[in-house]
């Protein structure tokens, strides 16, 4: 999706994990968007919904998931997510 992205003359920053998310976003960096995987293996997308929300940053979270689970969209979108693709 980088790639993408990057052609659209858009700016992209990989996390490698959850703890690599989170210091990246405690950096001071500013992040208009995230894009994060539904499946973790390191750390759940909630656990760093709620990093961003209790860290008063204002990037918006889209969750991406492999598969359609409209109980895991409802779920994104209720905790505060923008989006779940």
């Given at each position: 999706?980088?790639?993408l992205l990057e052609?659209?003359?858009l700016e992209t920053e990989w996390a490698a994990g959850f703890q690599d998310a989170v210091r990246k976003l405690s950096s001071g960096g500013s992040y208009d968007l995230l894009l994060v995987d539904a499946e973790r293996p390191d750390g759940s997308w909630r656990n760093l919904l709620l990093f961003v929300q209790n860290?008063?940053?204002?990037s918006e979270?889209?969750?991406c998931a492999r598969l359609e689970d409209r109980e895991?969209?409802?779920e994104a979108i209720q905790s505060g997510a923008y989006d779940l693709i």
């Open positions: 999706m980088l790639p052609g659209q003359g860290s008063g940053l204002t979270m889209i969750i895991l969209w409802a």
